[in-house]
């Protein structure tokens, strides 16, 4: 392991400065030790292992075979060192760091190269860290790119356009991969949301599936863990929720009563389905104002059917005969939206009591029991809209991507190391290293000895 000392001249004005005024100063300086460590790292490592493989820079020594290979003629044996060439990291954590890249000439064939550039685990024409990139996206998740590099530069006194913070999130959100394994088993809820995509003024659906792997305490409230297993944007629910066909849910909740419920039935006709309970309700509104009803006599029949949803004394069967009835009385009405939008979901309105096994949470009670509505969903499509409702239109990849790659940060931080190039523990865990702060002093400075 290289070391170093570093000593540190610095001259404060002997002015009063205030707190804030001392703040921004000693930023100023640790701005300018970060890159010159880095610089220092880089070329120090470099050197060990040129002395390593090729022995000390005036000596005779035999060669190691080195643990790199020539990239013209494959030899790893028989070679010099041949100066160095100029690198700069525009854009890092650190800010701009520059360093010298060692080179070396192979005897066998005379080609001259760094074989440094993948040792560091940088391409050829690298100019930013990943670490600094996952960093700038991270961001970007979670507010519009512009907005996105303002923060950077304001924050992290680091200079980036919105359009490479773009292009970095679009390049790695195309490579995301959701597991639906992780819906084997498992309840799985399903959900859509409206995305100002596309030429249609009304914009295109965003379709996320979500399977529930357990529940932890957080904060003294139970909270669901979830897994983003199918996604897809401007595309029909069974495209969409396709890769599940391979897997077996537990069971399936859903929010809607259209073609998509048939191909669920063909699809997994074993599985319990379950019409989210509380959408149920709410959603009545709608097919009765095509009825022709006014919102106050609406009310009286989301109230009725509000009573045989929220009944659980009730056995089953009589909420089941009471749903029926209000079916029937709705027909009798000639009120058919209603009536057609309630039979639909009948099938469907009772699962979370007919296979009531379950240890999760509704909003409203702390009992544990079966999963009953698509809310742990909405809450995660609302962060959704939160990001895409920018006044902005989006194209579908460049927001699939980006929303691929949040929920990969949110709910999959392994996969979101690994595509970023990041170790997948903290830096404490894998660095042997130490950086101690020996002692700091106003004086004298570090070559006077004191006594
Ligand atoms: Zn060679």
């Not at 080179?103 to 550039?117: A, D, E, M, N, W």
């Not at 996206?137 to 950077?152: D, I, K, M, P």
């Not at 409206?194 to 357990?214: F, I, M, Y």
């Not at 009992?367 to 809450?379: C, F, L, Q």
């Amino acid at each position: 392991m290289p070391e170093a000392e570093i000593h540190l001249k610095v001259s404060l004005p002997s002015d009063n400065l205030d707190v804030n005024q001392i703040v921004i100063l000693v930023q100023e300086a640790v701005e300018q030790i970060g890159p010159l460590l880095m610089n220092w790292y880089l070329e120090a490592s470099q050197d060990r292992v040129l002395d390593d493989v090729l022995g000390g820079k005036w000596g005779h020594a035999n060669q190691a075979e080195a643990r790199w290979a020539c990239p013209e003629c494959h030899s790893q044996k028989g070679f010099k060192r041949r100066g160095s060439r100029s690198r700069v990291l525009r854009k890092s954590s650190l800010g701009r760091v520059s360093f010298k890249l060692r080179q070396v000439t192979c005897s066998h064939c005379g080609k001259t190269f760094s074989p440094f550039l993948s040792w560091f685990g940088m391409r050829r024409y690298q100019v930013s860290t990943t670490e600094f990139q996952a960093k700038a996206v991270r961001v970007a998740c979670q507010t519009s790119y512009a907005r996105c590099a303002s923060h950077l530069s304001e924050l992290a006194h680091v200079q980036v356009s919105a359009t490479a913070v773009h292009a970095w999130a679009q390049a790695k959100g195309e490579q995301v991969v959701l597991d639906v394994e992780q819906a084997d088993g498992q309840p799985v809820l399903l959900d859509s949301t409206k995305v100002r995509a596309t030429d249609k003024k009304t914009g295109c659906s965003l379709n996320l599936g979500l399977s529930v792997r357990g529940r932890c305490w957080r904060n003294g409230r139970p909270q669901l863990k979830v897994y983003p297993v199918c996604f897809g944007v401007n595309e029909p629910w069974a495209e969409t929720a396709r890769p599940l066909a391979r897997v077996k849910p537990a069971r399936i909740l859903f929010d809607r009563h259209d073609a998509f419920v048939d191909w669920l039935n063909d699809t997994f006709p074993d599985v319990p389905k379950q019409r989210c309970r509380w959408h149920l309700v709410t959603q009545l509104y709608r097919a009765l104002w095509r009825d022709g009803l006014r919102k106050a006599q609406a009310d009286v029949w989301m109230g009725k059917l509000g009573k045989i949803m929220y009944h659980p004394d009730c056995p089953v069967q009589h909420s089941r005969r009471d749903l029926r009835a209000l079916i029937a009385a709705l027909c009798q009405q000639n009120l058919t939206h209603g009536a057609y939008y309630l039979a639909a979901a009948e099938p469907y309105a009772f699962t979370y009591r007919e296979h009531p096994d379950g240890m999760f949470f509704d909003e409203r009670t702390a009992e544990p029991h079966a999963i009953s509505s698509t809310s742990p969903i909405e809450r995660q499509i609302r962060e959704i809209n939160r990001r895409t409702d920018i006044g902005a239109r989006w194209s579908v990849p460049g927001v699939r991507n980006l929303v691929r790659l949040d929920l990969t940060r949110r709910f999959d931080p392994g996969q979101w190391n690994t595509l970023w190039g990041l170790p997948q523990k903290a830096p404490s865990d894998f660095v042997t290293g130490k950086l101690m702060i020996m002692r700091v002093g106003m004086q004298p400075t570090a070559n006077v000895k004191t006594t």
